[in-house]
């Protein structure tokens, strides 16, 4: 095995749905997602990608919340996370 693969081929990979600019995670898409649920094995949660993101702050809101202020070039975004 060790001639025919290497680290590139244990490097996990994420299937992505769409990417999207965090000026685009507005309220409204939040609410059209809120519409796709429940989530489960025959309806996964949709999976986004952002580039060029920097967490700005970070900071645990009570138990299981984490509030986040990114930064990516073309725009700002604040969401409250939970784990």
Do not use: W, Y
């Amino acid at each position: 095995m060790r001639d025919v693969t290497g680290p590139q081929d244990f490097v996990p990979e994420v299937d992505v749905d769409s990417e999207l600019a965090l000026t685009e995670v507005t309220d409204a898409l939040l609410a059209e997602l809120g519409r796709l649920e429940p989530h489960g094995p025959a309806n996964p949660q949709p999976i986004f990608l952002a580039r060029d993101v920097t967490v700005v702050s970070h900071r645990v809101v009570g138990q299981s919340h984490l509030k986040l202020a990114l930064r990516q070039v073309r725009g700002r975004c604040r969401r409250l996370a939970s784990a």
